[in-house]
């Protein structure tokens, strides 16, 4: 399993710099990060409880995405995507398939925080006014699954995040 983790650690890292250096990112990467964090998944929970949350992952990622959809359409008055990227649209259902609907939620909210938080201190550096969103997360992904690697306490897989 751990060789999975690397794979997938990996493939955030391309995306992580493709994205942060060209603001695209090549769209196989995406899928096959969705197809690895699925795999993962799927062996670390209960089956009910694998589809039950996945399923509800990506109901929560089809509800911001229309959310975005509708804030860019009537309130900045723009096409959606002028205001996010596809790679960031699937980086964000691949993202959905990786993990429970706690553990989703938290690293979710917490990689966008993370991802806000760069953005800002590199912006002050840079007059670029994109986001490399995808980029971003990724970043934070790599250290949560190095925690998970390195870390025996703890565990992303688990629902209360850490494990006793």
Do not use: E
Not at 50 to 59: G, L, R
Not at 70 to 91: C, E, P, R, T
């Amino acid at each position: 399993m751990i060789w999975l983790y690397i794979l997938v650690v990996g493939i955030l890292f391309c995306i992580a710099y493709q994205d942060i250096k060209m603001l695209a990112v090549n769209w196989p990467a995406f899928p096959l990060l969705g197809l690895l964090l699925f795999i993962i998944n799927y062996h670390q929970l209960p089956k009910f409880y694998f589809y039950w949350s996945t399923s509800i992952n990506i109901f929560i990622v089809s509800l911001i995405l229309i959310l975005l959809y509708m804030y860019a359409k009537y309130i900045l008055k723009q096409k959606f995507y002028a205001v996010f990227g596809l790679g960031d649209i699937l980086f964000f259902y691949a993202f959905s398939l990786g993990f429970p609907t706690i553990s989703f939620i938290v690293l979710f909210v917490f990689s966008i925080i993370f991802s806000l938080c760069i953005h800002i201190f590199l912006s002050r550096k840079t007059k670029n006014k994109h986001v490399p969103l995808a980029g971003f997360m990724s970043i934070f992904l790599i250290l949560i699954f190095l925690l998970d690697i390195y870390l025996p306490n703890f565990s992303i897989y688990n629902l209360s995040l850490i494990h006793i």
